[in-house]
């Protein structure tokens, strides 16, 4: 796994985790503790996600100067290992 790839997991399994306990605080709303995690994870998603795209590529044209998201490899780009 490259580092590219490491990153994005990795993020990816922040924002999965942000994003169940945000559901789960839906029907919680009176859990502090819950919020509190909740809030520590979203920060540690942005963090991950302004590293990711400062190393490699912005990960939303929204983020992007121009056209400057489109320079990245597509995802069908992206050879696989063959170890």
Same mark, same amino acid.
Request: aromatic share 12%; glycine share 2%; hydrophobic share 40%.
């Given at each position: =796994?490259?580092?590219?790839?490491? =990153? ?9 985790? =942000? %994003? ?9 709303? %009176?859990?502090?503790? =819950?919020? *509190? ?13 302004? *590293? ?15 056209? *400057? %998201? ?5 995802? %069908?780009?992206?050879? *696989?290992?063959?170890?």
């Amino acid at each position: =796994m490259t580092r590219r790839e490491a =990153m994005l997991k990795k993020l990816s399994a922040y924002q999965f985790a =942000m %994003w169940d306990m945000h559901l789960y605080l839906d029907t919680h709303p %009176w859990d502090l503790s =819950m919020l *509190e995690t909740h809030n520590r994870t979203a920060a540690k998603a942005r963090q991950l996600k302004a *590293e990711y795209e400062e190393a490699f590529c912005p990960l939303t044209a929204k983020k992007a100067q121009g056209v *400057e %998201w489109l320079k990245g490899p597509w995802p %069908w780009e992206i050879e *696989e290992c063959d170890c």
